[in-house]
């Protein structure tokens, strides 16, 4: 069952949850003074200055609000800690609409950026300034989804959506088989592709343990609009559902909290979030972008960042992506392991279940 609720601006996505900072930063572009050497003029020894000006500085774009407390600041949260420890600078800009991305990031090289971080694959129109003379002594990072090509002076770093969403599902099925449940809700913006995607590999994940389960998805057309997504909640709440997944968006702390109220259990998107009391989680889904940017930095930093490569992180096979049930019984853990060795040895063909489970 799909529902609607209005239109966003498609050029918008908000990220999910994640972990707040103190004091915030404007979505325009700022360029923070540095710790370090950096901020003098003269690199620190051995540090990745690309284009020879003295200093290391990073350049992040994201499509998304820096300051959602989320999957989109975690990532500006990640570049500025190692920034920090290693006497770099980080210019920065939020809520950057897709049809600016290029611009943006000619900007960026103009302010003489060592390495170009797009903060997710929806700013790929950005990657043709990589070839450009503009941006000639920069790197790149960029995560990516299958939709983007390699390219020569780009480091791509890439999950499979179906492994995390599907493990998602595989959590929810097991915590609505304790309780006796068979409808599940997944409350999202845009109706795009990946949102589409999304919901369908959630929902095979749920049916490989309760295959008489339903999903209603509600797509309030704005990733940001928190009324929108608490009518819809509200709605599929009175329809009867036990689960709601608040899928990426800065309304998803409003959306979760009247999970809450109404006695609906909650899941995360993209990081750990077990702690949290305002609103409570009952299942962390973690593709936390900030820990992919970190790990990339360190390889910059070495100067061990090979141009032209795709890091494809795995399901059972790396820290991330990772699926945790905030309490689980012995058992459901035991399930949930066995469900991530069978997924990282191919046992489980996530494509192909996606495909047979989730339309």
């Not at 420890?85 to 290029?102: D, F, H, M, S, Y």
């Not at 970190?294 to 795709?310: I, Q, V």
């Not at 035991?334 to 489980?348: E, H």
């Amino acid at each position: 069952m799909t529902m609607r609720i209005g239109r966003g601006p498609a050029a918008l996505l908000a990220g999910a949850l994640g972990f707040a900072l103190v004091g915030c930063a404007s979505n325009d572009e700022t360029a923070p003074s540095a710790a370090g050497s950096a901020s003098s003029g003269t690199a620190p020894a051995g540090q990745p200055d690309a284009n020879g000006d003295g200093k290391v500085v990073i350049g992040v774009l994201s499509p998304g609000d820096i300051n959602d407390n989320g999957y989109y600041e975690s990532f500006v949260i990640g570049a500025e800690k190692f920034a920090t420890e290693k006497g770099w600078q980080v210019i920065k800009r939020g809520n950057v609409p897709p049809t600016e991305a290029l611009s943006a990031a000619r900007a960026l090289c103009q302010q003489g950026v060592d390495m170009v971080a797009l903060g997710a694959s929806e700013l790929k129109d950005a990657i043709p300034a990589s070839e450009e003379a503009v941006c000639a002594k920069t790197s790149w990072y960029v995560p990516s989804s299958e939709n983007i090509p390699q390219t020569p002076r780009v480091t791509l770093s890439s999950d499979d959506p179906n492994q995390s969403m599907l493990a998602a599902g595989y959590a929810t099925g097991l915590v609505m088989q304790q309780k006796n449940a068979t409808k599940a809700g997944f409350v999202t913006g845009m109706e795009a592709d990946f949102s589409v995607n999304a919901a369908k590999a959630y929902k095979a994940g749920i049916r490989m343990v309760v295959p008489n389960a339903t999903l209603v998805t509600t797509y309030t057309g704005d990733f940001n609009d928190s009324a929108k997504a608490r009518e819809a909640v509200q709605a599929q709440i009175s329809q009867g559902v036990k689960v709601v997944y608040p899928y990426l968006g800065g309304a998803t702390d409003a959306a979760a909290k009247l999970a809450n109220t109404g006695g609906a259990l909650t899941l995360t998107p993209g990081t750990d979030r077990c702690d949290s009391t305002d609103p409570r989680f009952d299942i962390s889904v973690i593709f936390d972008p900030g820990a992919y940017f970190a790990a990339a930095l360190e390889l910059f930093a070495k100067g061990e960042m090979t141009l032209g490569t795709t890091k494809k992180w795995e399901l059972g096979k790396d820290p991330y992506p990772a699926v945790k049930i905030c309490k689980p019984t012995p058992e459901q853990t035991q399930k949930m392991d066995a469900f991530v060795a069978d997924v990282a040895s191919g046992k489980t063909d996530t494509a192909a279940t996606v495909a047979r489970l989730g339309s």
